[in-house]
């Protein structure tokens, strides 16, 4: 249950993240300026955003918490380099174009949220469930008890 929560919010961040560079904010060039630094930037977070849907597919088909645990970290990593990536690459520092007030700082706040999602997802599957231990424990009392008292009958 805990992967469907994590991986039903990490889709549409990641849906958002591929679709923030092309159509939602769109970068300087689908707006008709030349190609810039900001269209590299924008086609790299569009493959991030991919990743990021297609770990979120993953937790949606996954049970173990391990499959949880492994699938948080790579999200992680793809939160943190959507963070990354326009300072890595760069984009237009001048204030009138639109990467600079709109894609860049949209996704820097989606960014943050997979990195959010993720570090949650990665603190669940660490989690113990006590309940389970303890119905777990009373079971294996159950059957050496009922074990002992076959033992003494024979």
């Not at 990490?10 to 900001?38: D, E, K, N, S």
């Not at 380099?81 to 520092?93: E, M, Q």
Request: with cysteine; net charge positive; glycine share 8%.
């Amino acid at each position: 249950m805990k992967n469907k929560i994590i991986g039903g919010l990490l889709l549409p961040m990641g849906a958002l993240i591929f679709f923030i560079p092309r159509y939602i904010f769109p970068t300087c060039y689908y707006h008709g300026f030349h190609l810039m630094a900001c269209s590299y930037m924008g086609t790299a977070e569009m493959a991030v955003g991919f990743i990021i849907m297609a770990v979120a597919c993953g937790m949606l088909l996954s049970k173990s918490d391990e499959a949880l645990r492994w699938l948080s970290l790579t999200a992680l990593a793809t939160g943190i380099t959507v963070l990354v990536l326009p300072d890595a690459i760069g984009y237009c520092h001048s204030s009138d174009m639109p990467c600079n007030y709109a894609t860049v700082p949209a996704l820097q706040l989606f960014g943050s949220i997979v990195l959010l999602l993720s570090l949650t997802g990665m603190a669940i599957s660490f989690r113990k469930d006590h309940s389970r231990n303890f119905i777990k424990n009373e079971d294996e009392r159950e059957h050496t008890e009922t074990m002992k008292k076959l033992k003494r009958q024979e």
